[in-house]
Nanobody, 111 residues
Framework: VQLVESGGGLVQPGGSLRLTCVAS????????MNWYRQTPGKERELVAV????????NYADSLKGRFTISRDNSKNTVYLQMDSLKPEDTAVYYC?????WGQGTQVTVSS
């Protein structure tokens, strides 16, 4: 099983990024997928959830309206579109599914 994230980087406040997670080694289309994030000294925080079909999503309350999770089961890929980014969104973002984790991708929001 592998989950490989990409798309992180440095962005100015108010900017956007799209994170991508490509999954392999399990029947991706059968599983919920999640995005988490973590900052130093803090617990990993659930950011967004999407069901196997992609027709149910849920978000941390503080992120509703700014972040959008989606998936393409034909590509074994889950996305996290992040808009109106704030400095407090700076974190390592992790893809999670099938009880496995990706390696994380760093997102830094700074001017």
């Amino acid at each position: 099983v592998q989950l490989v994230e990409s798309g992180g980087g440095l962005v100015q406040p108010g900017g956007s990024l799209r994170l991508t997670c490509v999954a392999s080694g399990f029947r991706f289309s059968r599983y919920y997928m999640n995005w988490y994030r973590q900052t130093p000294g803090k617990e990993r925080e659930l950011v967004a959830v999407i069901n196997s079909a992609g027709d149910y999503t849920n978000y941390a309350d503080s992120l509703k309206g700014r972040f959008t999770i989606s998936r393409d089961n034909s590509k074994n890929t889950v996305y996290l579109q992040m808009d109106s980014l704030k400095p407090e969104d700076t974190a390592v973002y992790y893809c999670n599914g099938f009880n496995h984790w990706g390696q994380g991708t760093q997102v830094t929001v700074s001017s």
